[in-house]
């Protein structure tokens, strides 16, 4: 079982998530949003990875206010942690991780949006139980 982190990143009165369009084998295209972050590396903290993987995937910096929700996911056998963060310099959109630049590997988008709160509901965000919680909580 690993450990995945990630950032709940207010900013312009929404939080910051990436749009994936990805080819499934019968040609059809799974549409969905997820929180930017992923898992952690061996003798990296919560903070580290999630600070390093919103860099990755966004290209911008983050301050960790405060754990949102931890749960163990079935879905891939792993441990699911999200943090509110603080917006703190860059531009959305020029990350330069793994999965934004090579595209031989990372089949198809990845493409970071700000979605107001208001609208949550009304987009395929993933997993479920961020979604639902994302409803119910404050930010």
């Given at each position: 079982m690993h450990k995945s982190v990630?950032?709940?990143?207010?900013?312009?009165n929404g939080i910051v998530l990436i749009h994936r369009l990805k080819p499934r084998e019968?040609?059809?295209?799974?549409?969905y949003y997820v929180v930017p972050g992923g898992k952690m590396e061996q003798g990296e903290s919560e903070e580290e990875t999630v600070k390093r993987e919103v860099y990755e995937e966004l290209g911008i910096t983050v301050e960790l206010e405060r754990?949102?929700?931890?749960?163990?996911?079935?879905?891939d056998?792993?441990?699911q942690i999200f943090y509110l963060c603080k917006y703190l310099d860059g531009v959305v959109g020029t990350g330069n991780g793994p999965e934004m630049t090579n595209k031989s590997e990372y089949?198809?988008?990845?493409?970071p949006e700000i979605v107001k709160l208001e609208e949550i509901p009304n987009i395929n965000l993933v997993p479920e139980e961020i979604k639902t919680f994302?409803?119910?909580?404050?930010?």
């Open positions: 990630r950032g709940i990143i207010k900013k312009d019968d040609g059809t295209i799974r549409d754990k949102l929700l931890e749960y163990n996911s079935d879905y056998d792993s441990i089949k198809g988008s990845f493409n994302l409803g119910k909580e404050e930010l």
